[in-house]
């Protein structure tokens, strides 16, 4: 299988690492001795993705898929999820990303990258 932004094939990643963040009860702390103790509310899951080396065209294609507007602010992304150990279609939204770019030299455009994060809309726990 491939990664799909919104059912559409798109140049594969250069990296698709998944990180979780869990949060917890106010009460949540350690004791004097180390010991944990508190209550999980929720663990989310995002992936950091890094692409290299693109043209306009596959550049535009991510780009609108994965940066919010007004009109649409989620997307839904095709994806290994290492969680279940299975592929899984699943909904994300990216609050904040960047471009490197190596030329803007007219008919020669190219990005180095694009990196972002893909934060899940449903906790995974």
Same mark, same amino acid.
């Given at each position: 299988?491939?990664?799909?932004?919104?059912?559409?094939?798109?140049?594969?990643?250069?990296? +698709?690492?998944?990180?979780?963040?869990?949060?917890?009860?106010?009460?949540?702390?350690?004791?004097?001795?180390?010991? +944990?103790?508190?209550?999980?509310?929720?663990?989310?899951?995002?992936?950091?993705?890094?692409?290299?080396?693109?043209?306009?065209?596959?550049?535009?294609?991510?780009?609108?898929?994965?940066?919010?507007?007004?009109?649409?602010?989620?997307?839904?992304?095709?994806?290994?999820?290492?969680?279940?150990?299975?592929?899984?279609?699943?909904?994300?939204?990216?609050?904040?990303?960047?471009?490197?770019?190596?030329?803007?030299?007219?008919?020669?455009?190219?990005?180095?990258?694009?990196?972002?994060?893909?934060?899940?809309?449903?906790?995974?726990?």
């Amino acid at each position: 299988e491939k990664i799909l932004i919104n059912g559409v094939e798109v140049k594969q990643p250069d990296v +698709f690492d998944p990180q979780w963040e869990s949060k917890y009860t106010e009460d949540t702390d350690r004791t004097m001795g180390g010991s +944990f103790y508190g209550d999980v509310l929720f663990t989310a899951m995002s992936y950091s993705v890094e692409w290299s080396d693109l043209t306009p065209a596959e550049a535009k294609v991510i780009l609108q898929a994965v940066v919010p507007t007004p009109s649409h602010i989620t997307y839904t992304v095709r994806h290994f999820n290492w969680y279940t150990g299975a592929w899984e279609t699943a909904e994300f939204y990216t609050g904040k990303g960047s471009l490197k770019v190596t030329t803007l030299k007219s008919d020669e455009e190219r990005l180095e990258g694009i990196s972002l994060n893909m934060e899940k809309v449903e906790k995974i726990a």
